[in-house]
């Protein structure tokens, strides 16, 4: 059973067809990375999937259930974590506590009645903030304020609340976009780094081609809402179609 | 605030740990001590600097009762802060929670029973309940539909007290039948303390609302160090990542407008005991706009702050409209206050307390 797939998957804004017919399927400790052009719907899909928006129709299965009729802070709580296009962060507060925002969610639950207890007494959650930090190399900030991080520090905390969350599977809308190379250059590790010691399956959609061969086991070429291709990094290096649509016959 | 070096807490914890172990949640933690002690010493020396202390109390023209009157506002604008600073919500409804409070509180006391703490309990609990209520309802739009929606339910709430609800609450006139009975059976409210106690505080009454107010102090604190107050600020600055790690955003908030309900509560209670009277004016929403700019004036997001707003907001209302300075400037006091509130938010955008903040930064050279 994979962990996450899509069945039949239809998105449509008015008389536009962002997502057509989507069937996608996500097998554990998998590395699929979502390419296309721009428009292609590559977002709309995540954020179906997220529950951020509406299905028109089909269906989303995570571990064999249905989430199309579940909140997102449930879709999180079941275990898929996204980190955002932009640094969506908490900028006034530390950099620690947007860390323990997201171990808070991912130790205690959606929601509890813990407002008599001391936040020093959730040692599990500071573990777990303090062990995130450390793996995405901002532990040394900790308690500098997010707002006052540099760009490419503000992603990786952004990718350190994901990462936080202690997820099944994340969900990656271009970790990179915006970076400078050398930032790019630390993220990709990162990722790769996240790839081999925590054994994550990810999804991830990215315009650097070069990121995306490096990482993914598998690649899915979405265009106009539709997977065109689907299949290895070597296979959609060679394959015409993809060429045509995606790199406009550009030899790769 | 409670950032010490790492080497000193983990020390710490272990003994907090045991300690914690046997109190359970109950055992102070990090500053709780400090904060609590030194609100209780403030407030032990408030009424005798306000109005009996040579010299100080001349300048300031400050009496007993307007002591009092300050520390009950002070309570709602705590509890107010806990929505708009904390959680980043307006609500324009909070009069609902103060005046249903209060006339609970008045109509329990002719009814039930007299006893200062059981009117006090009474009228929180049926604030509480209405704030599950209300919020339940408000909560399902954001922004200015949420503060419109709140508005909206406490003006509903003064129409029904001003006719249909008279026979109960006296309508226009008010109720007028609270009749409070000695605290704890023993001292008479209006009776002055024994000896320095009697000097320092004065009243019983204000030693009853003085003690809540540092019980309310220690509550609000808690909550701000509990995964609460974490989780408000996350939502306050960042919904949509709130719900994306998984939090389930509606009920905090929810419990955000429950628990800002309780303090509404316990400060409409404490303020029936006080007057002796609840004006029909308790749910008028001149009452929802008075908590806003208290809390705001003080400074939005600081625990201090709206007590000083409040104190600051009657002190214009009680004494500079009694000619106070000066006395060409008495019939100008709403003047005054809205000179006093545009300035503030002009000089201080984060209130006295913020420009409080800022000096003792500015001094200590950032350390907090």
């Not at chain 1, 936040?119 to 062990?131: F, K, Q």
């Not at chain 2, 300690?19 to 904060?35: L, Q």
């Not at chain 2, 955000?256 to 303090?263: A, T, W």
Request: aromatic letters at 10%.
């Amino acid at each position: 059973m994979a962990l996450l797939e899509t069945e039949n998957l239809v998105k449509e804004f008015g008389g536009l067809v962002a997502t057509d017919d989507v069937n996608l399927a996500v097998e554990e400790d998998e590395r699929v990375s979502i390419i296309g052009p721009n428009g292609a719907g590559k977002s709309t899909l995540i954020n179906l999937i997220t529950r951020r928006l509406d299905p028109t129709s089909g269906d989303i299965r995570f571990k064999g259930e249905s989430i199309v009729n579940r909140d997102p802070h449930e879709v999180v709580q079941m275990g898929v974590s996204k980190s955002f296009q932009t640094a969506s962060i908490f900028s006034n507060l530390t950099v620690r506590e947007n860390a323990e925002i997201a171990a808070l969610a991912a130790e205690h639950g959606s929601f509890g009645f813990k407002f008599l207890e001391h936040r020093d007494s959730l040692t599990d959650v500071h573990e777990v903030a303090r062990n995130t930090l450390d793996a995405v190399g901002l532990l040394d900030q900790a308690d500098r304020m997010a707002s006052e991080l540099p760009y490419g520090d503000k992603r990786r905390l952004e990718i350190g609340i994901a990462l936080a969350a202690e997820p099944d599977l994340l969900l990656m809308d271009e970790p990179t976009a915006g970076m400078s190379p050398e930032e790019t250059e630390a993220t990709v590790d990162l990722v790769e780094e996240v790839k081999r010691e925590m054994g994550l399956t990810f999804v991830l959609i990215e315009h650097d081609m070069e990121i995306v061969f490096r990482v993914s086991d598998r690649i899915v070429v979405l265009n106009r809402g539709r997977v065109i291709a689907e299949g290895t990094p070597d296979e959609i290096r060679g394959n015409p179609e993809v060429q045509e649509a995606y790199l406009g016959g550009v030899d790769l | 605030m409670s950032d010490e070096p790492a080497a000193a807490s983990e020390t710490d914890a272990d003994t907090s740990d045991s300690i914690a172990d046997m109190v359970g949640v109950w055992a102070p933690r990090g500053n709780e001590v400090r904060v609590v002690a030194g609100t209780a010493v403030v407030l032990a020396l408030f009424p005798f600097a306000f109005s009996r202390m040579p010299v100080v109390s001349d300048l300031l023209q400050g009496y007993q009762s307007l002591a009092t009157l300050i520390l009950i506002w002070g309570i709602f604008a705590l509890g107010f802060d806990l929505l708009l600073g904390y959680t980043g919500l307006l609500s324009f409804g909070h009069a609902a929670f103060w005046g249903g409070a209060a006339y609970t509180a008045g109509v329990f006391s002719q009814q039930v029973s007299g006893s200062p703490v059981l009117m006090v309990a009474a009228g929180t609990a049926f604030a509480v309940l209405l704030a599950w209520a209300l919020g339940f309802l408000s909560l399902r739009r954001g922004g200015i539909y949420f503060a419109i929606l709140t508005l909206a339910f406490a003006q509903m709430l003064f129409y029904m007290s001003s006719s249909p609800l008279a026979f109960i609450t006296g309508g226009e006139n008010g109720f007028t039948g609270v009749e409070t009975a000695e605290l704890f059976g023993t001292f008479p409210l209006e009776s002055e303390l024994p000896s320095v106690l009697g000097l320092l505080l004065g009243t019983w009454l204000y030693a009853f609302v003085a003690l809540i107010t540092v019980l309310c102090v220690a509550l609000a604190y808690r909550i701000l160090q509990s995964p609460y107050g974490m989780v408000f600020r996350a939502i306050r600055e960042n919904e949509q990542r709130a719900e994306f790690v998984g939090l389930n955003v509606w009920r905090y908030r929810l419990m955000s407008f429950i628990l800002s309900g309780l303090f509404a509560g316990i400060a409409g209670s404490l303020f029936t005991i006080h007057g002796t009277y609840v004006p029909l004016a308790s749910f008028y929403w001149t009452t929802s706009g008075e908590v806003v700019i208290m809390t705001v004036l003080g400074g939005t997001g600081s625990l201090f702050g709206p007590i000083i707003g409040a104190g600051v907001y009657l002190y214009v209302e009680n004494i500079v409209s009694g000619g106070h300075p000066f006395d060409f400037i008495a019939p100008f006091w709403h003047l005054i206050l809205g000179l006093v509130f545009v300035v503030v938010i002009w000089v201080f955008p984060r209130g006295i307390w913020g420009f409080v903040r800022d000096v003792r930064d500015a001094v200590t050279g950032g350390d907090d």
